[in-house]
């Protein structure tokens, strides 16, 4: 059976050849230090696991959730972002609780995108802002992420006819893959923008906990303005290192969650309870296990960073994400080097036209082994690329 156009428009899974390269590295007794992954190493803290262990053993939690998030995960939500980010929400109508973030970014498409409609995703991005174009039949206009402006799009250089006719636009800040970080002036610039071209910003806020060096990230809600033209994702997956319990939230304009909701409703039943009173544990218990944690990935950060500098690169310190974005040097294309770094050095990176054709010329290293790991890895590559060239 033919699968659907909307399946075939999907590109090859551009990370694919790298899996096999890695498989057939480990196969043959190599030892991958696997810089690839953007997964926390470490496990989730001990009071959210025992709310679960506790919430699951109530019979009342083993039937189907409510569809929104449960009251008393919608009240924390609310809370939460009071405090961390001085944002007044109405937990009834302006927080949805999500099965991860990705499954509202993924679905968001469906309530907003008609086939031949029109989204602004960054490039490089996270590839679900893309996918989910193509899913709901739309078609996905690249903005390009470039250095030289802080990895930020140039709202002066979307040709208007282009941003009149999109339906959304994704932001993400910090980035990933870049980590890059974006200003309150720039959320505000990216409102008037919305209200120009008459345009919802989405603003996937995954890595907006994840911070070093007494920095903190802007919400995008906080710009004035923000909720009446869009939302922001949320997940617990990277500041509570929950990635595998699949629970995330979207805020913000209610319109917008809604029509959101109307997908979800058709879609899925919800969380499980159990997860949802674990997701309020973690989000009113103890929060200076979020600083903890970021400084182990500074740490980490300041080993790969130096080290790849004290190699010839030229890295800036990053401020947010559990990520590096480096160039790759002369000679090489990004497939070619993390091909190249595996199979000389056994380390793994993510080449970066997988995250789009601005992303070609560059690689992703994740923050989630260990400092002397890290250490390791840069040995290697000393060892085995005596002379790189930039
Ligand atoms: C990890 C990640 C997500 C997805 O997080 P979940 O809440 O686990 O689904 C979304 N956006 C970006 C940019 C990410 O890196």
């Known amino acids: 059976m033919k699968v659907?156009?909307?399946?075939?428009?999907i590109p090859p899974y551009l990370f694919a050849e790298i899996d096999k390269l890695k498989a057939k590295a480990r196969a043959a007794g190599i030892d991958v230090i696997d810089l690839g992954i953007g997964d926390p190493d470490q496990p989730t803290p001990d009071h959210i696991i025992e709310a679960l262990y506790q919430a699951a053993k109530n019979p009342a939690n083993h039937r189907y959730p409510p569809y929104e998030g449960t009251q008393e995960l919608k009240?924390?939500?609310?809370?939460?972002?009071?405090?961390?980010?001085?944002?007044?929400?109405?937990?009834?109508?302006?927080?949805?609780?999500?099965?991860?973030?990705?499954?509202?970014?993924?679905?968001?498409?469906?309530?907003?995108v008609d086939p031949g409609d029109i989204t602004l995703v960054t490039d490089p991005g996270y590839p679900v802002y893309r996918v989910g174009t193509l899913l709901a039949g739309g078609i996905p206009e690249a903005v390009p992420l470039l250095p030289e402006n802080g990895y930020l799009p140039d709202f002066q250089n979307i040709p208007p006819d282009m941003a009149r006719?999109?339906?959304?636009?994704?932001?993400?800040?910090p980035n990933n893959p870049t980590a890059a970080t974006a200003t309150p002036e720039f959320f505000a610039e990216a409102v008037t923008f919305a209200r120009e071209h008459d345009l919802i910003i989405c603003h996937d806020a995954a890595y907006l906990e994840t911070t070093f060096d007494g920095y903190q990230a802007p919400s995008f809600l906080a710009a004035p303005g923000a909720k009446e033209v869009g939302i922001e994702f949320h997940s617990l997956s990277k500041p509570y290192?929950?990635?595998?319990?699949?629970?995330?939230?979207?805020?913000?304009?209610?319109?917008?969650?809604?029509?959101?909701?109307?997908?979800?409703?058709?879609?899925?039943?919800?969380?499980?309870?159990?997860?949802q009173e674990a997701a309020?544990?973690?989000?009113?218990?103890?929060?200076?296990l979020i600083t903890r944690q970021n400084n182990i990935y500074a740490a980490r950060r300041d080993a790969i960073i130096d080290g790849l500098n004290s190699l010839g690169w030229n890295l800036e310190k990053t401020r947010g994400t559990f990520y590096v974005w480096a160039p790759v040097p002369r000679g090489y294309d990004s497939k070619g080097f993390a091909a190249a770094l595996l199979e000389k050095a056994g380390v793994n990176v993510t080449p970066g036209v997988g995250y789009g054709q601005n992303g070609e010329g560059y690689f992703r290293i994740a923050l989630t082994v260990t400092e002397d790991r890290m250490r390791e890895a840069v040995k290697r590559i000393r060892r085995n690329f005596p002379d790189l060239k930039f």
């Open 4 to 9: 659907a156009k909307r399946i075939e428009s």
């Open 75 to 112: 009240a924390a939500i609310a809370r939460w972002y009071k405090e961390r980010h001085n944002v007044d929400l109405d937990p009834e109508t302006e927080v949805l609780v999500l099965i991860g973030s990705k499954e509202g970014i993924a679905h968001i498409f469906l309530a907003y």
């Open 165 to 173: 006719k999109a339906k959304l636009m994704f932001l993400n800040y």
């Open 241 to 275: 290192n929950m990635t595998g319990w699949r629970v995330g939230f979207a805020v913000g304009n209610w319109d917008i969650l809604a029509a959101l909701s109307i997908v979800k409703t058709n879609v899925d039943s919800g969380v499980f309870n159990a997860v």
């Open 280 to 288: 309020v544990a973690a989000l009113t218990g103890p929060q200076d």
